[in-house]
């Protein structure tokens, strides 16, 4: 089992009219914290308090590249997808209605957990 804390840096909301060319990155002036545990292939993302927000599995693996389908949960109410290379990962949560309500980018570290 192993822990890793993403920190997001910058985030994207989708303009309306949903239009991808205006998609843009910005950064956040209150950084947010989740605590991703893996176990095997299943994934958990963790709220500081330790609360499950939401699960996920693994659904490729390459040594640049780690993609993980997340279910629906207390914040990916329509599921979402976390992609993690190297020190950086990229969490999207899909939307009902548009194809993503919000895309976050940040570092990733790994913890010690006692």
Do not use: H, Q
């Amino acid at each position: 089992m192993y822990f890793y804390l993403f920190t997001v840096e910058e985030k994207v909301n989708p303009p309306l009219p949903f239009d991808i060319r205006l998609f843009k990155y910005e950064p956040i002036d209150k950084k947010i914290y989740y605590v991703i545990k893996f176990d095997e292939k299943k994934v958990e993302i963790l709220d500081d308090n330790n609360n499950i927000l939401t699960t996920g599995v693994v659904v490729n693996s390459t040594p640049e590249e780690l993609a993980i389908g997340l279910d629906i949960g207390k914040l990916t109410f329509a599921g979402g997808y976390l992609v993690i290379k190297g020190n950086t990962a990229e969490m999207t949560i899909y939307g009902s209605g548009l194809p993503f309500v919000e895309s976050m980018k940040g570092s990733l570290r790994k913890l010690i957990k006692k």
